[in-house]
């Protein structure tokens, strides 16, 4: 039996957010340098993309580069910069295509402005897309997000458009990237690592969290469908105790 139809597509996450990781140490076992490993971590995401919208995912965000991730050297951060241009380039017309919209969350002020001029140029032509939101971490880093996002509370306190009394979850949300993007249901970490390294922080207060060995280049549709059906394995509460969740389903 195919995996695909081991799934219950109507209980497929709405949004999986993952953690890319592990194209440097794919690289350097075969004895190649960290960008070697990069290029290859682009097919998986074509692949990845693929496998999402035969499951009815709608929101697929995925952490391309983090803030922390300027610290590398030099020419690690130049070549994931040429080929996220190289890549948006090529893949662009083919994503159009097929009905993805493009989004980003991160400070886009922060990239090379040939980043910023690519970015902008995909999101405007998908933006009245309505399949898969392919949603790109870019110079993001959550605790970055919820400082900016205070700060804008604050500024609405002190312009006295709101009351420091009136702020809630909703109003925070407003001033977080991903204002219109439901939670992830599905978290997915590849390469091992059993950490969210700055990811989303807010926005996983409930999600399941799905690791798994495999590095990121080797990383396939199969191993989405893997996730999404260890996903469904489980009995998500919010609180709630197991009664409570039998009796309201
Ligand atoms: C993830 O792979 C991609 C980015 C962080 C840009 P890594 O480059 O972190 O690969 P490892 O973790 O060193 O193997
Ligand atoms: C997280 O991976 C960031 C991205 C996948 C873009 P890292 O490789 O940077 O994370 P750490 O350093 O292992 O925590
Ligand atoms: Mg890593």
Redesign the pocket.
Known sequence: MNILEKIDLQSTPEHIAII???????AQKQGHD?LF??NF?VESVREVLKAAQKANVKYLTLY???TE?WNRPKEEVDG?MDLLVRSLGNEIDELHESNVRIMTIGDMEGLPSFCQTELRAAYEKTKNNTGVNLILALNYSARWEMVNAIRKLAKKVEAGELAADAINETSVIEELTTKHIPDPELLIRT?GEHRVSNFLLWQIAYSEFHFTEV??PDFKGEDLYKAILDYQSRERRFGLVSAQIEKNA
């Open positions: 890319m990781d592990g194209n440097g140490r794919w960290r490993g990069h971590g391309a580069f983090s991730n994931l390469s590095l990121w």
